[in-house]
């Protein structure tokens, strides 16, 4: 049974560009999680989708960020015109359920991104 | 603001020695915490505790949840030089959908 999959494992963008990163969650998991972690900071959360829905995304920087989980595919972390501060690693978790519950999340391997 | 505080931030100790992390939160309406093992890569889950699972263990490590103190201890024992990592605390809770607030962590190092 795979695990959390993420791709790119390390992106490089140049300032101003657009860095695109991709989670698939555990086989049977609809419920999907994006962290990010600064250098030599702790795990932030940034937002929670469900297949077609936002549940909270109250830790997305208000400009720039935005997250999907399309019926079909991957969910998509995507930061628009990259600045040297979004360099971090971006972490995606899974979990089989949501709601009221408390359910473990699932970490990926992370992508590294580098902005210069 | 909900708040998860670990300690200590680093720890060096010797092989086969027992070690205790310790994780302390402010959150109002409690529902989950959970331990996770960060080496290199993704952190790996270890526990969750609940008001209705307050004590976990496998193997060499145990875990407890202390509802009145608001904290919680992760025990090693007999520890290997693979103990080496980061050991993050992460709580949730009822208004929070399901976002984790996460501890800066505790760097353990095992020596030979």
């Known amino acids: 049974n795979a695990g959390v999959m993420q791709n790119p494992r390390h992106l490089v963008r140049r300032r101003g560009q657009e860095a695109r990163l991709r989670c698939s969650p555990m086989?049977?998991?609809?419920?999907v999680y994006w962290y990010r972690q600064l250098p030599e900071e702790g795990l932030k959360f940034m937002v929670y989708?469900?297949?077609?829905?936002?549940?909270?995304e109250s830790g997305m920087p208000k400009e720039r960020f935005s997250a999907e989980f399309p019926k079909e595919g991957p969910s998509i972390l995507r930061i628009q015109q990259v600045v040297r501060g979004d360099s971090a690693a971006y972490f995606c978790?899974?979990?089989?359920?949501?709601?009221?519950?408390?359910?473990?999340?699932?970490f990926g391997p992370g992508t590294r991104l580098t902005v210069t | 603001e909900d708040k998860v505080v670990q300690s200590p931030l680093s720890l060096v100790v010797h092989e086969g020695d027992t070690v205790t992390l310790n994780c302390s939160y402010e959150v109002t309406n409690f529902r989950s915490l959970l331990w996770y093992k960060q080496e290199k890569k993704a952190p790996t889950f270890l526990f969750m505790l609940?008001?209705?699972?307050i004590e976990k263990k496998s193997g060499r490590l145990s875990s407890i949840l202390d509802k009145k103190e608001l904290s919680s201890i992760l025990n090693i024992t007999a520890t290997q030089t693979g103990d080496s990592a980061i050991y993050l605390c992460a709580v949730n809770w009822v208004r929070g959908a399901q976002k984790l607030v996460f501890g800066q962590g505790t760097r353990l190092t095992i020596n030979p």
């Open positions: 086989k049977g998991h609809s419920h």
């Open positions: 978790a899974s979990s089989s359920q949501g709601g009221t519950g408390a359910y473990e999340q699932y």
């Open positions: 609940t008001s209705s699972g």
């Open positions: 989708l469900q297949k077609e829905n936002i549940i909270d």
